[in-house]
């Protein structure tokens, strides 16, 4: 196991995307050529129907009264708890990086308490130990600060909700706010920032971060709008050094210090204000997006000199989105668009290093430049096979008033496909997911499947493939990573 | 996700309901469209145990809390999944139109993604929650899409008198009857004092299976018929595949429910 060198060999990504989409589909037609009885497909005689109830009644061996007492749940509990416990495992397979690279138990906890007909209060929370880092001594280089992916212990949600009247309700606390139709991408979903410390491997159920907000929703007819004001800053997620998957590793050198993060403060001068207004109507909605937020992604600014070495510091700025998103149903299609115009995003230069080597000052170095972009996206989902949902997302970043110096192109181009097949009644689900970045960027592939073994016991496995031959691709550092995991999940 | 892709609101199985009438000499068609048209309420909310039973006997078992409120001649659906955990909270909303040039619109919410999004509900031969019942069979076929003839006009059924339908799809349409139900033919028992569907047969053409349908517990809610429990029974070569079996409690009929249900704030926020 772990030989396989996608990267060197793209077809293969081809090939094993054909063999699986094969394979799914062509499950009930094995199962048909096994045990076809085209006889029965003919038949219209009731005498035969009546025979079959009577000598072999395919309901006689049904019984479901005592599940029935068992199992009808308590509508009107006040109080909730549920959550469940998940072993998680995951192993880098990769000759140039073979090791154990996740071993994590992870309980999460909900609860939910219902104060009276209109409101409530929910929190949730998590607790994780990934004792790969001990197993293979991860944390012990020089400078790693990866606390954060190794544990964690804390709130997940915790907010008020509350419904007033019929037009007007709100919530208030730590909270997810999932805007935008792009099941992937990230154009006009600007409330929440995202885990982007392992691509690939990351569920999307898990790749939103809550943060401390106030929401405002009203309702009129097909009409709705939301006001939510943000007090939590945290950027998005992203690995450390010393972990596999580094944001900076490109930067990393014995002359460059990168500080942690600095994050905005929850102060009222850093409140962050986001508006959405959705209009429904037959077979289709369309949101109308205004926020003024912090970039969930981080630049680095430039703090000097120290004893020889190059200090920077990850900071957050300041945009502002304008934005429209639609989904439009068409028979099995689902279409989405969605589209942002970003202003004062703050993009990396790349001729910082350079300038600072040449000896100009210090306040004269820009680490960033200030530029306005387009986001585009378009996809469709399709389920118009049986059992099987496919979807495919193209998006396009485009920076206005490019120049040579930016770190980012002109144009970007992000692919999103997604093939997820259900099979023996719903309890096995085998998933493809696949990201294509700018021609000749890299891709990451994943295989996954899921087994229901009960209703509360599930158990999943798969595979992730990264692809970046070329050296200027972000996913260049990560090629070695592939991995194979296996996820087993008791709910309660 | 993958449990809760294509679904839809528990309707017309359980709410049917129809005052005993007399008739003399109904066409086999007219037998279909009273069976299709029976009062149902203007609203309905109801508690849903679904059972799914494999080969193997083993179960799985789903809670679910349905609501339903009629606006004319269309119909407002949502549905909150309350078990099993992976499950809870998930909640599904249609929109269901009168007007046949108008599409179903349908949204789900995951809880786990904690997002509201449209989804595509024209198939309706796929399977509605894993269980034997599918898209068609829950929310109704067109019955104007199908022949009807009947095989017989009096066969008694758990005691009551039945109409034996044969359905077949009208040969211009067969291709789309197939598309959206999954039905080469149907064999349907109707009773004749309340016109409730109470025993079918179903061919499958995907998968070469028969499917078997039984009504049960069926008394009046409210002065509206209703069928208590619902089974579906898959089988292939004459041995069973899979069941599931459909029971309904605190059926309520008529309640005021205010229009603030059917939003997708309300999906959020759940029950």
Redesign the interface.
Known sequence: MGKIRISKRPWLFGLVFFLWFALAQAWPGLAVSAGADNQLITEDDPKGFEDGFEDNDPFEEIDIDALTKENVQNQDGKFLVGGFIEIESEYAFHKNDEKLSGLKPLLFIETEYKINENYKVKASGQAFYDMSYDIEAKDNNKGSNLDDEKKAFGLKDFYLDGKMGDIFSVRIGRQIIAWGDSDYARITDVVNPRDLTSPGLTDLEDARLPVAAFRLSAFFNAWSFDFVTVHEHPGSKISGKGSDFDYYTLLRSPVILINDKHTPDSGIKNTSFAFKATHAFNGGDISFVAADTFDDKPFLSYDGPANGIMVFTPEYGRIITYGVSASLAKGSGLFKFETAFTRDKKIMRNDVLANISSGLDNSLIKTTSSKNQVSSLAGVEYTGFTDLRLSFEAQLIHTLNHRAFLSVDENEYLTYFKATKDLLNETLELALFWVFMNPGQGNILRLSGTLDIFDALSVGAGMVFYDAADLSSDLHPYKDRDRVFIRVKYSF | M??L??ITILCVFFTTGFTARGFAGPTAFEVVRKMDTREDGDTLTT?T?M????KN?????R?I?NIRKDYGPDTRGIIFF?????V?NTAYMS?E?DDAS??D??WLY?P????V???????K???F????FTYSDINGIKINDWDYTF??ENVKERGFDTF?V?GLPKKELKEKVLKET?Y??T?MWIRKDNYMLV?G?Y?V????K?K?F?ASDIKKVDDIWTAC?L?M?T????K?T??S?L?F??IRYNTVI???TF???RME???
Request: charged residues 40%.
């Open positions: 993958k449990k892709f294509i508690d145990l059972i799914l039973i494999n006997k083993r179960k799985r078992i809670n809390k309350l078990s099993p955990a992976d809870r929109y139109w108008k599409e619109d349908s995951l786990a993604l904690r997002k999004k449209r989804i595509a509900s024209a198939d031969s796929g399977s929650m894993g269980s034997d095989i017989k034996v044969r999954g080469l033919k064999v025993k047969k061919w053409k995907k998968g070469h028969i078997y039984k429990k089974t029974v089988t292939k070569k004459g069973v899979h069941s079996v029971k409690s605190n205010d229009d603030a939003t997708t704030r926020r759940g029950l």
